[in-house]
C-alpha cells in the first residue's frame, strides 16, 4: 500500500431534520390539536485511533467526508430519526491540525481513542412543541440546524517507544525483522525500507513498540533523501538505537558516518540533544569490523555494543539493555512530572443560538433601502421559515431583540424604510 503520512480533508456534519406543521385528525375528534413532530439531531462526525491502519492514503482520496442528516419529523408527534454518526479511522500516532496546520486541534495517541470532531444540527421544533396555553392552535415549526463544517489536517506521527535510525544499509530491517514480529523487506540497495515499519519486542513478559525508519542521508533535516518525511516519527520515541555498519564497504569512513546522522537529528530538532540514544555496531560477522570498531570506539571514547543482525549475533543481550535503559528513561520522566492541581469550575453549557454574535453591519443601498448583516438575525432566518403567520411574528420578534431596526435608523433610516435580510425586504416601523 501507498504510504501517506499527511492529507488535509473538509468535514461535513449531518444537518438536522425539520420540524412539520400537523394537526390531529381522528374520528370523533372534532378540534384535533396539534402533533407536528421535531426533526432528528444530525451525525456527529469523530476520529478513532485503530491500530489496523497505518497510512492516511484512503482518507486522502475521500476529499469529503460527511456524516448522515437527521429525518424531519412527522405526524402524531412522530419524531425524525437522528442521523448516522461517521467514525474516521486513523492511525494511532496521528495529530489533527486546523486547516491553518498551527493550531493542534487532537493528538490520537491511544488504540481506540475517540473524539468528536464535527457536531451534527439539532433538529427543527414541530408545531407540537409550540402548544401553550396562550396558543393552542400554533402554526410554528423550524428547520433543522446546520451541521458543523471543518477543514483539518492530519499527520502521522507513529508512537513507537524506541526508534531505529542509522544510514541506509546499516541492518535497521534486519535488526527489527530478527527482534520482534515485523517482517520486512530487506534487500542490499539504498532506501529498501520506504515506509517506517513498526513491530512488538517482547521481553519478561513485557512489550515495546520499535520502529524502523527508513535511511537518513547527509541533508535529511533539509529535505533530502527520504529521511525529512519521516524525521518527526521519531520525535516521540523514549530511546533511539543509532544503528551504524562497521563493514567498510558500507562505511569507508566510519566517523563520519556516525557524524552525519547525530548531525541531522540536532539540526531537525533539539529535542534530540537530550533524548537517550544507544549506538550500536552492526554486522560484526563482516572480515574487517575490528578496524572499524577500534576507530569508532577511539572517536568516541566508550565502548560501543555490537550485534550481527544477520546472524542474530548479541541481539538478545541488546533487547535486554533496551528494556533496561526504557525503564530507567520512563521512571527519570516521572520523578520530572509536575503534578497540577485543577480547580473545577461548573459551567452552563449553552445553545448555539444563545451564543450567536449579535453584531450588526448596516450598508446603504439606496434612498430608502438599507443591507442588514447579522449572523444571528441568519441563523434564525434559516431556522424560522417565513411561510406561515405566525413564523413570521416570531422572526420580526428576533429582529425586533436584535435592535436592527435602532441601530438601521442611527444610520439614516427612518420609519416606512426598507432593510434587506439575507435577500428578503421588511418595512422599518
Same mark, same amino acid.
Given at each position: 500500500m501507498q504510504f501517506v503520512d499527511e492529507c488535509r480533508i473538509l468535514l461535513k456534519a449531518g444537518k438536522g431534520g425539520d420540524g412539520v406543521v400537523s394537526w390531529r385528525h381522528e374520528k370523533h375528534v372534532a378540534e384535533g390539536g396539534p402533533d407536528g413532530g421535531d426533526g432528528g439531531k444530525g451525525g456527529d462526525i469523530y476520529v478513532i485511533g485503530d491500530y489496523n491502519d497505518n497510512s492516511l492514503f484512503n482518507i486522502r482520496n475521500k476529499k469529503l467526508i460527511s456524516a448522515e442528516d437527521g429525518v424531519n419529523g412527522g405526524a402524531d408527534k412522530l419524531f425524525g430519526k437522528g442521523g448516522k454518526d461517521e467514525y474516521v479511522h486513523v492511525p494511532v500516532g496521528t495529530t489533527i491540525y486546523d486547516s491553518t496546520g498551527n493550531k493542534v486541534i487532537i493528538d490520537i495517541l491511544q488504540n481506540g481513542q475517540v473524539y468528536l470532531l464535527c457536531k451534527g444540527g439539532k433538529g427543527g421544533h414541530g408545531n407540537a412543541f409550540f402548544k401553550s396555553s396562550k396558543n393552542r392552535?400554533?402554526?410554528?415549526?423550524?428547520?433543522?440546524?446546520?451541521?458543523? =463544517?471543518?477543514?483539518?489536517?492530519?499527520?502521522?506521527?507513529?508512537?513507537?517507544?524506541?526508534?531505529?535510525?542509522?544510514?541506509?544499509?546499516?541492518?535497521?530491517?534486519?535488526?527489527?525483522?530478527?527482534?520482534?514480529?515485523?517482517? @520486512?523487506?530487506?534487500?542490499?540497495?539504498?532506501?529498501?525500507?520506504?515506509?517506517?515499519?513498526?513491530?512488538?519486542?517482547?521481553?519478561?513478559?513485557?512489550?515495546?513498540?520499535? #520502529?524502523?525508519?527508513?535511511?537518513?542521508?547527509?541533508?535529511?533535516?533539509?529535505?533530502?533523501?527520504?529521511?525529512?518525511?519521516?524525521?518527526?516519527?521519531?520525535?516521540?520515541?523514549?530511546?533511539?538505537?543509532?544503528?551504524?555498519?562497521?563493514?567498510?564497504?558500507?562505511n569507508p569512513d566510519i566517523v563520519a558516518s556516525y557524524k552525519t546522522i547525530t548531525k541531522e537529528l540536532v539540526k531537525y530538532h533539539d529535542i534530540f540533544k537530550n533524548k537517550p540514544i544507544i549506538i550500536v555496531g552492526n554486522k560484526t560477522d563482516s572480515p574487517d569490523c575490528e578496524?572499524?570498531?577500534?576507530?569508532?570506539?577511539?572517536?568516541?571514547?566508550?565502548?560501543?555494543?555490537?550485534?550481527?543482525?544477520? #546472524?542474530?549475533? *548479541? @541481539?538478545?543481550?541488546?533487547? #535486554?539493555?533496551?528494556?533496561?535503559?526504557?525503564?530507567?528513561?520512563? *521512571?527519570?520522566?516521572?520523578?520530572? #512530572?509536575?503534578?497540577?492541581?485543577?480547580?473545577?469550575?461548573?459551567?452552563?453549557?449553552? *445553545?448555539?443560538?444563545?451564543?450567536?454574535?449579535?453584531?450588526?453591519?448596516?450598508?446603504?443601498?439606496?434612498?430608502?433601502?438599507?443591507?442588514?448583516?447579522? *449572523?444571528?438575525?441568519?441563523?434564525?432566518?434559516?431556522?424560522?421559515?417565513?411561510?406561515?403567520?405566525?413564523? =413570521? =411574528?416570531?422572526?420580526?420578534?428576533?429582529?425586533?431583540?436584535?435592535?436592527?431596526?435602532?441601530?438601521?435608523?442611527?444610520?439614516?433610516?427612518?420609519?416606512?424604510?426598507?432593510?434587506v435580510i439575507n435577500g428578503v425586504e421588511f418595512l422599518i416601523d
Open positions: 392552535i400554533p402554526a410554528l415549526y423550524e428547520r433543522g440546524d446546520y451541521g458543523q =463544517v471543518c477543514e483539518v489536517i492530519m499527520k502521522i506521527r507513529f508512537c513507537a517507544d524506541i526508534g531505529i535510525i542509522g544510514l541506509p544499509n546499516a541492518g535497521k530491517s534486519t535488526l527489527i525483522s530478527n527482534i520482534s514480529n515485523a517482517k @520486512t523487506k530487506i534487500g542490499n540497495y539504498q532506501f529498501t525500507t520506504l515506509t517506517p515499519v513498526l513491530g512488538t519486542v517482547n521481553y519478561k513478559n513485557k512489550s515495546l513498540i520499535f #520502529e524502523d525508519v527508513p535511511g537518513l542521508i547527509e541533508g535529511a533535516s533539509e529535505g533530502k533523501g527520504l529521511g525529512f518525511d519521516f524525521l518527526k516519527h521519531i520525535e516521540r520515541c523514549y530511546v533511539l538505537i543509532h544503528l551504524i555498519s562497521l563493514s567498510s564497504f558500507d578496524n572499524n570498531l577500534k576507530k569508532l570506539e577511539k572517536f568516541l571514547k566508550k565502548k560501543i555494543f555490537t550485534i550481527s543482525a544477520k #546472524e542474530k549475533h *548479541n @541481539t538478545k543481550e541488546l533487547v #535486554e539493555k533496551i528494556f533496561i535503559d526504557y525503564q530507567k528513561t520512563i *521512571n527519570s520522566l516521572k520523578k520530572l #512530572e509536575i503534578k497540577k492541581i485543577t480547580k473545577t469550575v461548573k459551567v452552563r453549557r449553552k *445553545n448555539e443560538k444563545d451564543i450567536l454574535p449579535r453584531d450588526i453591519e448596516v450598508k446603504k443601498l439606496y434612498d430608502n433601502t438599507f443591507e442588514i448583516k447579522s *449572523n444571528y438575525l441568519t441563523y434564525w432566518m434559516h431556522k424560522i421559515p417565513l411561510n406561515t403567520p405566525d413564523n =413570521v =411574528v416570531r422572526f420580526n420578534q428576533k429582529i425586533a431583540n436584535s435592535n436592527a431596526e435602532k441601530i438601521a435608523k442611527k444610520h439614516g433610516a427612518i420609519s416606512g424604510d426598507t432593510m
